[in-house]
């Protein structure tokens, strides 16, 4: 099993570029996440899905756009960049919405974004 | 406003000694607590837990302690080995889809 991928790994853009960042699980899991993370702060939630169609805005999500017409895909979209979402991406997936030991979340490996 | 905070962003400790990370928060409202270990260019994987109802909660070298009255929480890592040198992330719960997190502790564990 691969777990949790994304892509692209690393990408610099443009102020005012577009992009779509891909993350993928092969565990079956209805529950996916998008968080940034920045120098001194935490990872911040973006947006989340409960499900294949759905879609739901996180602590931070403006800016950001997101798709789930798969379960097991989850795309997070920029749809014109700026400096301020200069960031690490990490994608996460889980069975269900209530942390706890038995219900982790497990994490991709990153994107990380440039924005100039 | 950041409801999780690690005020140490880096810890080193000699190995076969003790680390102790910790993790203060503001929200009285948080009924689960989480701890990540993130190591470079991966993402955070999930190292130990423990529910507000109780106070310690312990899996091999790894112990998570909680006081809720001093809304602080804090891991203990006994003892240390090398490969414990990660970046550890506290979480904390109350709802759904809304786990919120620290801001990291490099721990570096010397040979």
């Known amino acids: 099993n691969a777990g949790v991928t994304q892509t692209p790994k690393f990408r610099v853009l443009k102020t005012g570029q577009s992009m779509t960042l891909l993350c993928a699980q092969d565990?079956?899991?209805?529950?996916m996440y998008w968080y940034r993370q920045d120098p001194g702060m935490g990872l911040r939630l973006i947006h989340y899905?409960?499900?294949?169609?759905?879609?739901a805005k996180g602590e931070v999500p403006d800016g950001y756009n997101v798709s789930r017409l798969k379960k097991q895909n989850f795309l997070l979209g920029l749809e014109s960049a700026a400096p301020s979402q200069t960031s690490v991406y990490f994608c996460?997936?889980?069975?269900?919405?209530?942390?706890?030991?038995?219900?982790?979340?497990?994490f991709g490996p990153g994107t990380r974004l440039t924005v100039l | 406003d950041q409801q999780v905070k690690q005020n140490s962003p880096s810890l080193s400790v000699q190995e076969g000694r003790i680390s102790i990370l910790n993790c203060d928060y503001t929200?009285?409202?948080?009924?689960?607590f989480l701890w990540y270990k993130k190591y470079p260019a991966e993402g955070p994987t999930f190292l130990i837990s423990?529910?507000?109802?109780?106070d310690k909660n312990e899996d091999g070298r790894f112990t998570v302690f909680l006081n809720k009255s001093a809304k602080h929480l804090s891991l203990h890592i006994v003892p240390s080995q090398p490969g414990d040198s990660a970046v550890y992330f506290c979480?904390?719960?109350?709802?759904?889809?809304?786990?919120?997190f620290g801001a990291g502790t490099r721990l570096t564990v010397k040979p």
């Open positions: 979480a904390a719960s109350e709802v759904e889809n809304d786990m919120r």
């Open positions: 565990m079956n899991h209805e529950y």
């Open positions: 423990i529910s507000s109802i109780k």
């Open positions: 929200n009285s409202m948080f009924d689960y």
């Open positions: 899905s409960v499900g294949e169609g759905t879609t």
């Open positions: 996460a997936s889980s069975f269900s919405g209530r942390a706890r030991s038995y219900n982790e979340q497990f």
